[in-house]
């Protein structure tokens, strides 16, 4: 007990110098889980040696994980998945899934067939969880980035969440597995009807909560923690993925309560989840990277990258050309929402260490696909992040001056990139004044409009 509160307390000491460090970068272009995996492989085994593996740190950990999976299973809006776009992100994760068994095999990395499913899994997958509150911070809902993060970002996260439950469970056959998969979810579903019909019948348990949400008891949170905890158990007794019932905590939230409360109940919930335990979910994820078999698999960590662009970004970009309602976006804003879909990394850590458990995968592996995970959602944020930026610099004219000018180097980048600062900030306001009114605005038709503006004033 003692070393375990030894070593939660370095993992949340960790977790607030995390978050300080991350605010220190202008613009936070780092996520802060980022820099909790970091933490994890420093205070873990492999460096410091500070934080090991114990019984109770993990069930912190699922815990974190299950809460991180039902905030992101409550933001999901069936609408939105059973429309022509959630029908088209469908389709788009098969044809990748598909690609993805067809050419692991010929990848020569000595797996079995669970291990093929595992790994093609991972290069599928899509950061769903991690995605939603940096659309937040950069403000990109209701913009057809985020509209394209919603539907094919959710697909990228649920549908491989239940290939998981489907592939990853040798101890049954598939077809077992699709039973007790059909059985779980027509009980959540039962959950989530009955939970409805109790709340409109004004039931005596329904009232209780609903009158006393705002007490100092707060039994509305309670409950969810209940209800989390329930499912987390029947997932373990069935053995399913401890991911699929976290989603399916969110699905029944999200339809048991009204707009007003459940957001109410969810800002509760986040306080509960990114306070402690999240944090220390993907802290403790960090532990079980092993640098010594990264260090040894340079390529494996670069060609899981790759394949990761290749398999999952490319397709959805392909999907994004072709599809109607997407057809006419900007190819920047394809781009972008392509890459967001590919960041990879809260899944791949619940993969890995399922794979693991059942021997599909070795430890070494696991963790070169949550270091490349990681990776991912270090790189792609900072991309997106500069492409607004790096147009409004004008690069080009920047050339231009520095080789007509080029004594005054330091002066004419110093001004490009205040510019570009300015232009950022100035979309950031345009876009949250034009959200009030309920209309959106593209990075690529606000700098258009800029252009356009900019050529009439030097036609004057």
């Known amino acids: 007990m003692v070393a375990n509160l030894c070593m939660l307390a370095a993992m949340t000491a960790a977790v607030v110098l995390c978050s300080f460090v991350a605010s220190l970068i202008p613009g936070r272009p780092v996520p802060e889980v980022v820099f909790f995996v970091v933490a994890g492989v420093v205070l873990g085994p492999g460096c410091l040696g500070v934080v090991n593996a114990t019984p109770g740190l993990d069930l912190v950990g699922r815990l974190g994980m299950g809460l991180l999976f039902l905030m992101a299973g409550y933001e999901l809006d069936l609408r ?13 994760w098969a044809v990748s899934f598909g690609a993805a068994l067809l050419l692991t ?14 790994f093609s899994i991972a290069l ?12 937040r911070d950069r403000e990109l809902g209701g913009t057809s980035v985020g509209e394209v993060i919603e539907s094919y970002g959710a697909m990228g996260e649920i549908l491989p969440v239940v290939a998981m439950s489907l592939l990853l ?9 699709v039973a007790v998969l059909v059985g779980f979810v027509a009980f959540c579903v039962f959950v989530a009807s009955r939970g409805r019909w109790a709340a409109e019948m004004g039931s005596r348990l329904s009232r209780f909560l609903h009158e006393n949400a705002e007490s100092s008891s707060q039994p509305t949170l309670r409950a969810v923690v209940a209800l989390l905890c329930a499912l987390l158990a029947i997932a373990a007794v069935l053995d399913l993925d401890a991911v ?20 109410r109940l969810m800002d509760k919930v986040e306080a509960l989840g990114n306070g402690l335990f999240v944090p220390v979910f993907f802290v403790y994820s960090g532990i079980g990277i ?4 990264v260090g040894e698999r340079p390529g494996l960590l670069v060609g899981f990258v790759a394949l990761l662009l290749l398999i999952r970004a490319l397709p959805l970009l392909a999907s994004l050309a072709l599809a109607p309602e997407t057809r006419t976006m900007p190819l920047g804003e394809k781009i972008s929402a392509s890459l967001y879909c590919t960041m990879a990394l809260p ?86 004044h034009l959200h009030e009114e309920g209309v959106q605005l593209s990075s690529a038709d606000f700098l258009a409009r800029r252009a356009e503006l900019r050529r009439r004033h030097r036609h004057r």
């Open 80 to 92: 939105e998945l059973t429309g022509s776009m959630g029908r088209h992100a469908a389709l788009c």
């Open 105 to 118: 095999p010929a990848l020569g990395l000595g797996l079995d067939q669970t291990g093929v499913a595992a």
């Open 124 to 135: 599928t997958t899509t950061a769903y969880g991690t995605l939603v509150p940096i659309m």
């Open 169 to 177: 469970s040798p101890s049954r056959s598939l077809g077992a597995n």
């Open 244 to 263: 699929l019932a976290a989603f399916a905590a969110g699905f029944i939230l999200r339809h048991v309560t009204s707009d007003e409360h459940g957001h």
């Open 290 to 293: 092993e640098l010594a078999a």
């Open 347 to 432: 899944l791949i850590v619940a993969l890995t260490e399922a794979a693991a458990a059942c021997g599909a995968m070795d430890e070494q592996m696991a963790s070169v696909l949550v270091c490349a995970g990681a990776l991912t959602v270090l790189v792609i944020p900072i991309i997106t992040s500069l492409s607004v930026r790096a147009v409004a610099a004008h690069p080009v004219d920047a050339v231009h001056e520095v080789m007509e000018h080029p004594r005054d180097l330091r002066e004419i980048v110093h001004e490009h990139h205040v510019h570009a600062h300015e232009v950022a900030e100035e979309l950031r306001e345009e876009r949250r």
